[in-house]
C-alpha cells in the first residue's frame, strides 16, 4: 500500500469477524479513521438487549442479521465500501474477502472461531487482531493480541491451547468496556496499515485491559513450542 498515511487508509481493506458490540465497534472506528474498504462477517440476528448498547441500531432492527443492521447505518457514506456476510467465520463465503485484506480482526464470542481466523491468517500472512471482553461478573477488562508475519511473536492459540475449553455462559458485557476495546483494536489495526507491521508486532503483541483500576499493559510474548495454529506444521 504506497502513499501518504491518509491515502493508504483509503486503499486499505480489512476483514472483520463478528460484529457483536466489540466487532461493530471496531468497524465504526476504522471507518471514522478513513479506512476506505471493510467486510465483515457474523451469521447471528441483532436482538432486543442489543438496541440499549448499539446506538446505530432501531427498533426496525430487530430480526434483521447484524451485519445487515451495520450496513444500513453505513449506507451512503462517502468512499466507503461496505461488504456484509451473514455467515460464521469458517463459511467458504468468507475466505475471498479473508484473502484480500490486508489486516484481519477476529471479534467472534466462541473459542474455536476465534482460533480458526487467526489460523486463517497465518496460512494466508495477514497480520491478525484479536479483542475480547472479559465477563463482568469476574472481572472488567478484556485482551487484544496481535499477530502479524515474520514478527515471531505469540498467536492467538498459543494464549488458548486447548480449543474445546469451554466458557461460564451468560455472561455479562458492559457496553463502556466493548466499547472501549473496539476503539483499541481499531486503533492497532489502524497503526498496522499505517507503519510495518513487523515492527509493531516486534515491540508489543499482548494488550490486557483492567478497565477497574484503569491500566492497560503492552506485552511482548514468544510464540508457545508446538503451538497447532502457528506452529511450523500448522501453517503447511
Ligand atoms: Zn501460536
Not at 466487532?23 to 478513513?34: C, E, F, T
Not at 477476529?106 to 472461531?113: E, M, P, Q, R, V
Not at 499482548?206 to 495454529?229: Q, W, Y
Amino acid at each position: 500500500m504506497p502513499g501518504t498515511f491518509r491515502s493508504r487508509l483509503r486503499h486499505a481493506r480489512v476483514h472483520v469477524g463478528g460484529t457483536g458490540r466489540i466487532g461493530s465497534g471496531v468497524i465504526l472506528g476504522l471507518h471514522a479513521a478513513g479506512v476506505g474498504e471493510i467486510s465483515c462477517n457474523d451469521p447471528q440476528l441483532f436482538e432486543r438487549e442489543q438496541l440499549e448498547s448499539c446506538v446505530f441500531s432501531r427498533p426496525s432492527d430487530l430480526g434483521r442479521p447484524k451485519v445487515h443492521v451495520l450496513e444500513r447505518f453505513l449506507d451512503g457514506r462517502a468512499d466507503f465500501a461496505f461488504t456484509p456476510i451473514v455467515a460464521r467465520n469458517q463459511s467458504l463465503k468468507v475466505r475471498p474477502y479473508l484473502e484480500q485484506a490486508h489486516v484481519i480482526v477476529s471479534c467472534a464470542n466462541d473459542l474455536s472461531a476465534r482460533l480458526y481466523l487467526e489460523r486463517m491468517a497465518i496460512r494466508l500472512g495477514k497480520p491478525c487482531v484479536q479483542a475480547c471482553a472479559q465477563d463482568a461478573r469476574t472481572a472488567m477488562g478484556g485482551l487484544i493480541s496481535v499477530w502479524v508475519p515474520e514478527a515471531n511473536c505469540s498467536c492467538f492459540g498459543c494464549l488458548f491451547p486447548d480449543s474445546n475449553q469451554t466458557f461460564r455462559r451468560g455472561e455479562i458485557l458492559l457496553p463502556t468496556v466493548t466499547a472501549s476495546i473496539g476503539a483499541l483494536a481499531a486503533q492497532i489495526a489502524v497503526e498496522l496499515l499505517g507503519s510495518k507491521p513487523t515492527h509493531c508486532a516486534e515491540t508489543h503483541n499482548l494488550f490486557p485491559l483492567d478497565l477497574k483500576t484503569h491500566r492497560m499493559e503492552a506485552i511482548s510474548v514468544n510464540p508457545r513450542a508446538g503451538c497447532k495454529i502457528c506452529g511450523k506444521a500448522a501453517k503447511r
